[in-house]
């Protein structure tokens, strides 16, 4: 499966962004989605995760309240609502995939798919 991610770039803070993550190849509607993020210098970082039907959701201490995952498996994409963003928010924004519709780790490492990335700059 190839992961295609958009809609980062550059926003004050406060903003808003909704990234989106979208699947080819074949349906992602078996798959546990997540997000990570890598700011320059520092490791991926886990952002959140999205069971197969939506219905379990897990998030970073960091942006639980403020962000939103979501998912349209119809469509075959993930989305990434960010509100409320803050500078320390900027990062290169990844989707990532396993195939297992209800796997649940904060290890990037243990994601088989990932997406090419997408730059979210937040100025203060």
């Known amino acids: 499966v190839q992961l295609q991610a958009s809609g980062g770039g550059s926003v004050q803070a406060g903003g808003s962004l909704r990234l989106s993550c979208e699947a080819s190849?074949?349906?992602?509607?078996?798959?546990?989605m997540v997000w990570f993020r890598q700011a320059p210098g520092k490791e991926r970082e886990f952002v959140g995760s999205?069971?197969?039907?939506?219905?379990?959701?897990n998030y970073a201490d960091s942006v639980r309240g403020r962000f939103t995952i979501s998912r349209d498996n119809a469509k075959n994409t993930m989305y990434l609502q960010m509100n409320s963003l803050k500078p320390e928010d900027t990062a290169v924004y990844y989707c990532?995939?396993?195939?297992?519709?209800?796997?649940?780790?904060?290890?990037?490492?243990?994601?088989?798919?990932w997406g090419q990335g997408t730059q979210v700059t937040v100025s203060s």
């Open positions: 999205i069971n197969w039907n939506g219905i379990r959701k």
């Open positions: 990532a995939a396993r195939d297992d519709s209800n796997f649940y780790s904060r290890d990037p490492r243990q994601y088989d798919y």
């Open positions: 190849g074949r349906s992602l509607s078996r798959l546990v």
